[in-house]
């Protein structure tokens, strides 16, 4: 007993729009199987497109209990196969790509103006998929040599002489295929095959478009087999004959839906009308089906929207179930479907969310993840940001660098680092702990490159011999801050130098070296860097930076999904899943353009033109798949079409076939079109408002202005000269330091900031003083500059800041060897970083100091200097604010300054320079008699219970940001409010 009846023609089937593909066609085929014996049901062979469709055609059959199966293939599995005749392995794709980006290297430099260098991987991958592409569409390398050129720019000249040079890839294809190639192969193989040995058996390809050469080839042999027979999916049964008939210019409707069929009825020799319905359909909206036929008609014919579109069913039929979506921004697009998801969830309902954005994807699980929902993302994670992927990257972008205490922090940091050890008794806690410290450490000393003699230094000085501190420090000296500098190289030696120190630092000093692949994660990234490993040796040589780029490459050829982790009814799928699942809510968004469909990927190599003249696929072809992704989305029962209106702050354009969609509905008011188009945006806008309001936190109370009163026996006991302004000016940030004990953390690696310019010219300035008298000839200008290159050699690590510095430094060297030069005829220097330290008698208070330099005049009267990298303050800022060379005027005359007898102070001089000028403190109008008793009133004020500590009493401009500003809640409150003081115990 056949499974089919005889036929003159090719047997094909389709599934039309709307339809649960994969459910309906395996029902019907277990239909057709109950008429034949069991040993003839396990003998029909159904190749499919996708491992997902395959897996999900089992869960049918075991529906309906235990039978046995027929035989379900992929049909790139074909590619695997040994053939008829014994033929070649396929070429693995990575020693394709190695051998072309030793090409494409040389061609840069040889012809830099076809592009950077940044773009060596990307040339690769796209000459390596134009040259699989050929093979699989059976293009004739013959034809790249007959291409006629000369109406074309010079770019595409070169690139097509580039090209062809390579085309010995292709010629080689019979003895060296890649693996589309060797598919292509097979198909002809089998063609010659089953010319004599005509399989008797039912052979089936279900869910392909032959949207590939190699695969409409397929299926054109299995069409014509006895027992053979295709069967489409999305088929759309609603197209009228002309419309088919006028398909034939891929120019023109390469993005159409039903485009590739209609290439397979060219090829196959067969009608729209001799494509019967593989099995009747029991739920499916045809009034939808016709609209959204309609809707996407071919651009040249889309006037039949006039003549058709009035003769359609009430357009309330069709928008039944569809809900429109239209979101202000990307966020609350996601925020919108996270609701949708949830309230599907609560009805007991699957959902899936399909998209090809990425971004959006993950905005939509992070929404999600908010009611600790996870949905099972088809796609998976990417390798590149799995544990293992970070940390080859991190090590990789180690070389041909110096190690910055950023990248060796963030190395140290990682989980797997340090993760060989499995006795309980050893510790990775250790080595967090020695990692915390030494950065606490780098923090606090601005360490920007930290190298073996600091490492060691400072683990001898810190850990003072602990066990096993020595062997740690050696550990990370040997594998993350002595690294080869290899330069260009061959790609083997940094492969097997990178592979190899990433398995030390994951095992650590004396741990196992197969943490790196031990979790899931890691099983899958280690087949990538073991076939990496085998094909380096066609890499040529490299450098660094490119060996990076290739290495990201190269880990991006896999994704890592956990199917078991995901939420059973809740789903992310890709848009081509659409061909294969379904579930009962279908959200589809991000339907704009240049999301879905994406923009066509452009090809460096041969323009649309090129293409169509050599006979490979348009750049359309693409556009016309996704169509058809969407055009089976859109037709399934419960549908939701979502988009954002704006997108980083520029509008966005709505994709082309929803923007048909809504034109059309719009411009059929006589059938309900409008009307029906209103209900789907206002079913939308219902999601959106809730979206927002998700996002609204609350009619909560804002916090009021802080002024908390601690205890007295809490309050601060000792400041700085410098702190008396902050306590003025913020004196929430003296209770933050000193009451709560918070400081700020310093920076990792210190920053050309200004603090890092002040250290470093205050230490040219002692020096220079320091080395000797200034008479203001030449060579104190040379001696100057030469202690600055001294200075900042050690100091300052990065040489465009060392540059920067020096040039202020020659700016104003001049000027102050002039002045200084003045200043040394008439004045002796007693002191320079001189420490000082007055104990006040109100609450037992201590007012510390460190002088910049302390002169004495011939009668015995005192000279203070501060030097200002910046401005100096103006005589009313030191009056109210800035205290600091009046109080140190008042600390010299009491002798609180270490080894300087009390006396008078002439003088307190701030030295600008940056604008090259000295302002003097204005002690004649604040002396120090009337600065001690305000300060001493000052003091007094804060020993009062009910003084608090207000925060940000009188900053100097709004722009201010304080330390502790976030602490204060400042935000919630305004500089204008009235503060709250609050009695702490």
């Avoid at 008396?724 to 920053?751: E, F, M, S």
Wanted: hydrophobic content about 40%.
């Amino acid at each position: 007993m056949a499974l089919f009846d005889p036929t003159d023609g090719p047997r094909v089937f389709g599934l039309p729009m709307g339809a649960d593909f994969t459910r309906e066609f395996t029902l019907g085929l277990m239909d057709r199987l109950d008429g034949l014996p069991p040993h003839e049901q396990a003998r029909v062979e159904v190749y499919v497109n996708t491992a997902r469709m395959k897996r999900r055609m089992q869960e049918v059959f075991d529906e309906r209990g235990a039978r046995l199966l027929p035989r379900i293939r992929l049909i790139g599995e074909l590619a695997d196969l040994p053939g008829p005749d014994p033929m070649p392995p396929a070429v693995p794709a990575l020693r394709k790509r190695l051998e072309l980006v030793t090409l494409i290297r040389q061609l840069l430099i040889s012809a830099p103006e076809i592009a950077p260098q940044t773009a060596l991987f990307s040339l690769a991958d796209s000459l390596a998929a134009l040259m699989d592409e050929m093979q699989s569409e059976g293009v004739d390398p013959q034809r790249l040599q007959e291409l006629d050129v000369s109406d074309q720019s010079g770019h595409w000249q070169r690139a097509l002489a580039f090209v062809q040079i390579v085309e010995q890839f292709l010629e080689n294809s019979a003895t060296q295929p890649d693996r589309l190639g060797r598919q292509r192969m097979i198909v002809e193989a089998l063609d010659t095959y089953w010319q004599e040995n005509v399989p008797q058996h039912p052979v089936i390809i279900a869910g392909s478009t032959g949207s590939r050469g190699a695969t409409a080839e397929f299926m054109r042999l299995v069409a014509g087999l006895p027992q053979g027979a295709i069967v489409l999916p999305g088929f759309d049964y609603d197209l009228p004959t002309k419309v088919w008939a006028d398909m034939n210019d891929a120019l023109t409707a390469e993005d159409h839906p039903q485009f590739r069929f209609r290439n397979l009825m060219r090829m196959l020799g067969f009608t729209h009308s001799d494509v019967p319905i593989w099995t009747q359909i029991a739920r499916q909206n045809q009034t939808r089906n016709k609209l959204v036929s309609l809707a996407l008609r071919p651009a040249p014919v889309t006037d039949a929207w006039l003549e058709e579109g009035p003769r359609l069913p009430d357009l309330h039929a069709a928008a039944d179930g569809l809900t429109l979506l239209e979101a202000p921004d990307p966020r609350t697009e996601a925020n919108a479907i996270a609701l949708v998801m949830r309230d599907a969830l609560e009805h007991g309902r699957t959902a899936a969310l399909i998209s090809s954005d990425p971004v959006l994807n993950r905005m939509v699980k992070a929404a999600l993840d908010r009611w600790e929902l996870i949905p099972d993302d088809s796609k998976g994670d990417l390798v590149p940001l799995s544990p293992p992927g970070r940390i080859l990257r991190q090590v990789a972008e180690l070389y041909g660098t110096r190690v910055s205490a950023d990248d060796l922090l963030r190395i140290l940091k990682h989980p797997l680092t340090h993760s060989g050890h499995l006795q309980e008794e050893d510790p990775r806690g250790n080595h967090l702990r020695r990692t915390r410290d030494m950065e606490l450490e780098i923090r606090r000393k601005g360490v920007a490159y930290p190298d073996p003699a600091w490492l060691r230094d400072w683990t001898a000085k810190k850990y003072k011999g602990e066990e096993g501190t020595e062997v740690w420090a050696e550990w990370i000296i040997t594998n993350l801050l002595t690294l080869p500098d290899f330069g260009e190289a061959p790609l083997q030696s940094y492969v097997e130098d990178h592979i190899e120190r990433t398995i030390r630092i994951v095992a650590g000093p004396e741990g196992e070296s197969s943490t790196l692949w031990r979790n899931a994660a890691g099983r899958v990234t280690k087949p990538l860097i073991d076939e990496f490993r085998r094909e380096a040796h066609v890499g040529g040589n490299i450098t660094a930076f490119d060996y990076f780029g290739l290495l990201y490459g190269v880990l991006t050829g896999a994704e890592i999904r956990d199917r078991d982790t995901g939420h059973p009814m809740l789903s992310i799928w890709g848009t081509r899943d659409v061909r294969v699942e379904r579930a009962d809510v279908m959200i589809l968004a991000g339907l704009n353009e240049g999301s879905w469909p994406s923009a066509p990927r452009p090809d460096p190599w041969l323009n649309r033109a090129m293409r169509a003249r050599v006979g490979l696929n348009l750049p359309e072809r693409d556009i016309g798949l996704a169509a058809h992704d969407f055009q089976q989305a859109i037709t399934a029962p419960e549908v939701v079409l979502t988009r954002a209106v704006r997108s980083d702050d520029a509008q966005t354009v709505p994709s082309r076939w929803l923007n048909r969609l809504t034109n059309l509905m719009s411009g059929l008011p006589m059938i309900n079109g409008a009307e029906a188009l209103g209900a789907m945006r206002k079913r939308g806008r219902h999601w959106v408002e809730l979206a927002e309001a998700m996002e609204i936190p609350g009619d909560l109370p804002r916090a009021q202005r802080p002024s908390p009163c601690p205890p007295i026996e809490a309050r601060p006991r000792q400041m700085s000269v410098t702190e008396i302004q902050t306590l003025i000016r913020d004196p929430y940030a003296i209770y933050a330091k000193h009451v709560l004990r918070l400081r700020k953390l310093d920076p990792l690696g210190r920053d050309p900031d200004a603090r890092l310019r002040g250290t470093v010219l205050h230490r040219v300035l002692e020096l220079f003083t320091k080395a000797g008298p200034v008479t203001g000839t030449a060579e104190d200008r040379e001696r100057l500059l030469k202690i600055a290159d001294g200075v900042l050699l050690e100091e300052v690590p990065w040489t465009v800041t060392r540059t920067f510095y020096r040039g202020r430094i020659e700016k104003f060297a001049d000027w102050f060897i002039k002045a200084e030069s003045e200043r040394q005829t008439r004045l002796q220097t007693l002191g320079r970083e001189v420490a000082g330290k007055l104990s006040i008698n109100v609450g037992d208070f201590t007012l510390t100091a460190k002088a910049d330099r302390i002169d004495q005049d011939d009668k015995g009267l005192l000279h203070l200097f501060d030097y200002k990298t910046g401005g100096a303050p103006k005589d009313k800022e030191q009056t109210y604010f800035d205290k600091q060379l009046l109080l140190m005027a008042m600390m010299a005359e009491e002798g609180a300054f270490q080894d300087i007898d009390p006396a008078d102070v002439a003088s307190a001089i701030y030295i600008s320079l940056r604008d090259m000028d000295e302002t003097a403190a204005p002690l004649d109008k604040d002396p120090t008699d009337k600065v001690k008793g305000e300060f001493f009133s000052l003091l007094s004020s804060y020993r009062d219970l009910d003084k608090g500590y207000t925060s940000r009493r009188a900053v100097k401009n709004e722009n201010f940001e304080g330390d502790f500003d976030h602490l204060a809640r400042y935000g919630e409150w305004e500089p204008t409010d009235d503060t709250n003081p609050e009695v702490l115990e």
